[in-house]
């Protein structure tokens, strides 16, 4: 079992001391990851609903002894992030959880993170959603409508970028002639896509194109007994597409007991993540040590 951080690049973390504190401690305790969510502005009404909370609205979750935060930030730019945090890192990989797809432009996204998976010794992995903040979209006027199929071909884009050279891309959303897109990165093929989602129509994406999936599904929320069958209709639509449904790599989250791993285990996921609950230097230390010890170290293999 792989073990990382969520939620790493938002609210107290994106105070120095803190952030750097985070990440080399996880390193040290073996934690394999930190993934970071996105969001550029927050839209001070909304109707949008926030799938994990029980009133709708975005809240900072999982951390006992943090300030609360009525819109769950302030929200880091996630590569931004990363890239600081994999200079002080050598081990450690950096995910977002999750990229709003739809909500950058495909050609220079593949470009940063060919640059920061070539910088950081291939140390990048890539969450994916189609976004569920309709207000957000408004602010920075891009469609909403159809955005499960732009996050399918912007996915293409970058993986034509990463790949090819040159590269040629003619879809509905994205046409260009043959370019070159470079550096490429080291991964071979790109950093892996991990899709991200609790609804069918993400599990389905996920078994048709994803590297990974992504659910990440919490052992209290009110969506953690859908996780058996999102896998299923993963896998199923895995082998409908010709692919291996094991070469998926799946991500949830986020049992803090060897115990509480076993049944992600028995479901067959690969990575558990968890969030930070300390929020002063020495406390947080010592909270990802101990987690390492007593977790880490510990956990049950598939």
């Known amino acids: 079992m792989k073990w990382g ?3 790493a690049t938002s609210g107290v973390f994106v105070d120095p001391e803190l952030a750097e504190t985070m990440v080399t401690a996880a390193e040290d305790a073996g934690f394999e990851s930190v993934w970071g969510g996105e969001h550029l502005v927050v839209p001070v009404e909304y109707e949008s609903g926030y799938p994990f909370s029980d009133d709708g609205k975005l809240r900072e979750l999982g951390r006992s002894d943090a300030p609360r935060m009525e819109t769950g930030g302030p929200y880091a730019d996630i590569f931004t992030w990363f890239a600081w945090a994999a200079g002080m890192t050598r081990t450690l990989k950096f995910g977002s959880g999750i990229t709003v797809v739809p909500q950058h432009e495909p050609m220079l996204f593949a470009k940063r993170l060919a640059t920061l998976d070539r910088l950081s010794g291939g140390r ?9 903040l309709k207000e957000e979209f408004d602010a920075q006027g891009i469609p909403w409508e159809r955005r499960g199929a732009r996050t399918e071909e912007y996915i293409a884009v970058w993986r034509e970028c990463w790949s090819e050279d040159p590269s040629e891309f003619h879809g509905e959303f994205v046409d260009f002639p043959p370019v070159y897109a470079q550096p490429k990165p080291v991964t071979p093929g790109g950093p892996p ?10 599990a389905r994406r996920a078994g048709r194109i994803g590297d990974g999936y992504f659910p990440t599904i919490y052992p209290n929320s009110r969506v953690k007994g859908l ?17 291996d449904p094991m070469s998926i790599e799946v991500t949830s989250g986020g049992a803090r007991t060897v115990e509480a791993a076993k049944w992600y285990v028995d479901l067959g996921v690969d990575r558990l ?15 990802l040590m101990r987690f390492g010890d007593e977790v880490i170290s510990r956990s049950p293999d598939q």
């Open 227 to 243: 996780l058996p069958e999102l896998l299923e209709e993963m896998r199923r639509s895995a082998q409908e597409a010709g692919r």
């Open 124 to 132: 990048m992995m890539i969450g994916t959603g189609v976004g569920w």
């Open 5 to 7: 951080i969520l939620s």
């Open 273 to 287: 993540l968890i969030k930070a609950r300390s929020v002063e230097p020495d406390k947080l230390r010592d909270e």
């Open 193 to 202: 896509v991990h899709i991200g989602g609790h609804a069918l129509v993400a």
